[in-house]
């Protein structure tokens, strides 16, 4: 896994004739330029394709998943992703949106956590066929039950230099679980 520095690698997976279908509506024929929007996110790369997490502010990204077909570690990569954004970064929260005949894009979406939020209907229009959107999250709270222990993730928001988020993390999970025995060194 490496943080991108530009937009050049992830930008050459969504140009792949296999991967643009599946992330371009009806009437966007040219390209899709990561470029215009790189600054204002998060690019994380892996061998096969990644992430781009774009900022939409007070600490909530959302994310776009772009992977080459055969792709077979994308579970891996993608708790590799989260793990670094929810330890490493200012984020709180990760949202997405995928059409529902993206079943793969969604079943990973599902496999690493998201909750589903909400369904759009016929928001998405490919190949003349209207298919709906399914509008997911995964915030720091519920990601961290996921984890290995609280202290954990406390410890690897240290190791990624964000230390105070994971006092914090940890002080609410404290909270949250009349727990504060986690609070301890």
């Known amino acids: ?20 279908p599946w992330i371009s509506q ?16 998060i690019g994380i790369e892996f061998a096969t394709g990644g ?3 774009h900022r939409l502010g007070d600490g909530v990204y959302e994310v776009h998943t772009l992977f080459l077909p055969g792709t077979r ?23 997405t949106k995928v059409p529902e005949d993206n079943i793969p894009a969604w079943r990973l979406t599902e496999k690493v956590g998201f909750r589903k939020d909400r369904i759009r209907p016929a928001a998405f229009i490919r190949r003349g066929v209207a298919h ?6 995964l915030n ?11 202290q954990w993730v406390r410890g690897q928001c240290a190791l990624l230099g964000q230390k105070d988020k ?3 993390a940890a002080y609410r999970w404290a909270v949250m679980h009349d727990d504060y025995s986690i609070l301890e060194n």
């Not at 709906?132 to 999250?137: G, L, T």
């Not at 720091?140 to 609280?150: G, K, R």
């Open 73 to 95: 570690d994308a579970l891996a990569c993608a708790k590799a992703a989260a793990h670094y954004l929810f330890c490493g970064t200012d984020c709180t929260r990760i949202v």
């Open 140 to 150: 720091l709270d519920d990601w961290m039950h996921m984890q290995e222990s609280p």
């Open 1 to 20: 896994m490496r943080v991108a520095e530009g937009p050049e690698f992830l930008q050459g997976v969504i140009d792949h004739p296999k991967v643009k």
């Open 166 to 168: 994971g006092v914090r």
């Open 26 to 41: 009806d009437g966007q024929d040219g390209p899709l330029p990561l470029s215009a929007i790189f600054d204002d996110g």
């Open 51 to 53: 992430f781009f997490f």
């Open 132 to 137: 709906d959107i399914r509008h997911y999250s």
